[in-house]
Nanobody, 122 residues
Framework: QVQLVESGGGLVQAGGSLRLSCAASGRTFSVMGWFRQAPGKEREFVAA????????YYQDSVKGRFTISRDNAKNTVYLQMNILKPEDTAVYYCASGWRGSGNYDSSQYRYWGQGTQVTVSS
């Protein structure tokens, strides 16, 4: 059974940093991604990473501030978030089980974590 468990969320002031972790169990995955959902908004793509970690993809609004990485020995994916802004406030979800098309598309991922809340105060 596949399980994804996120951690690392919290409350931070604008300009601060947080590091999210997603520990996967049950199997190892190729592409893994991070998505987020703010109140009243649709879930949106944040970042994705290939199996080797050589290829990374980001939403334009987080480029240069967020970094996705992975440690396959630990079956864990990370999202380092720097220079956080109030508009980054959302529940952040880890996703895996990529179906092979459009890594920015939430429908292309089979498995999801429970989410971790990130709140950025101004």
């Amino acid at each position: 059974q596949v399980q994804l468990v996120e951690s690392g969320g919290g409350l931070v002031q604008a300009g601060g940093s947080l590091r999210l972790s997603c520990a996967a169990s049950g199997r190892t995955f190729s592409v893994m991604g991070w998505f987020r959902q703010a109140p009243g908004k649709e879930r949106e793509f944040v970042a994705a990473i290939s199996w080797s970690g050589e290829r990374t993809y980001y939403q334009d609004s987080v480029k240069g501030r967020f970094t996705i990485s992975r440690d396959n020995a630990k079956n864990t994916v990370y999202l380092q978030m720097n220079i956080l802004k109030p508009e980054d406030t959302a529940v952040y979800y880890c996703a895996s089980g990529w179906r092979g098309s459009g890594n920015y598309d939430s429908s292309q991922y089979r498995y999801w974590g429970q989410g971790t809340q990130v709140t950025v105060s101004s």
